[in-house]
């Protein structure tokens, strides 16, 4: 079977799986709902604040966005450790690296193309209830904060479904994952913040500030993220590849 058709059927696979479709429609849904909810209320008050940074409260919502796109990543993968639905995919396509690249091709391409919207989305939907504080994305910091939002999103989705190649369970990845993101870098933060600047999430959030203070700058964040996806997803291939399907 070819590269082209290959990926072709992964697409459909991916579309026709009610969950990762349900999971990658929840990026855009959750963090549009999480924007509206909160700008509207108190946008206006928090920008009002002395040390605010008016760009990486414009993306607010990406905190929600977040889990939904790790839940799209896990479910994107899991779905093959499922009553023996990777035998019946290795018997299609018996090359297993070119099954499992070819897949991970889909999901970054779709992570990617939603990621870019929803960060775009929010953004934009978010000024419309700022009044006078609202910025544009020719202000400082913001065009490049609503790109590496996107980025961001994909490479946390790229995260999880490398994980879940490995762990073949989208639960157990969400039950590591989440905790992960919601707590760890706080706890860690209290101890060694040199540290917590390292983590996924916290490294990756760099690109949302308008003024990134620390080493990494924005684009080191996301390239620390981008090294910690890419090591999910190495670790991932060995599993797919050296284990019995």
């Known amino acids: 079977m070819s590269t082209t058709a290959v990926l072709r059927s992964e ?35 928090e920008a009002d604040n002395a040390d605010a940074d008016p760009v990486f409260g414009a993306f607010y919502a990406l905190n929600f966005g977040q889990l939904a796109a790790i839940s799209f990543g896990a479910t994107a993968l899991s779905c093959e450790f499922v009553n023996s639905a990777l035998r019946i995919s290795l018997a299609a396509v018996p090359r297993r690296t070119l099954f499992y690249t070819a897949k991970i091709a889909v999901v970054a391409g779709a992570a990617v193309v939603v990621g870019l919207v929803t960060s775009f989305s929010t953004f934009l939907v978010g000024q419309l209830f700022m009044g006078e504080y609202t910025i544009g994305l020719g202000d400082p910091g913001a065009l490049r904060a609503a790109f590496g939002g996107g980025i961001y999103l994909a490479l946390m989705a790229l995260f999880a479904a ?9 639960v157990a990845v969400l039950s590591l994952l989440i905790p992960f993101v919601l707590i760890v870098p706080f706890v860690i933060g209290d101890v060694a913040a040199g540290v917590a600047d390292y983590l996924p999430d916290r490294a990756g959030q760099v690109v949302l500030h308008q003024s990134p203070q620390g080493s990494l700058g924005p684009w080191g964040g996301l390239a620390v993220t981008a090294a910690w996806a890419l090591a999910a997803l190495l670790a991932g291939w060995w599993s797919v590849r050296r284990r019995d399907a």
């Open 11 to 45: 697409w459909i696979k991916m579309r026709s799986l009610r969950s990762a479709a349900g999971s990658l429609i929840a990026v855009l849904a959750v963090t549009l709902a999480v924007t509206l909810l909160v700008f509207p209320t108190v946008g206006q008050a």
């Open 162 to 170: 490398g994980l879940t190649a490995l762990l073949r369970s989208a």
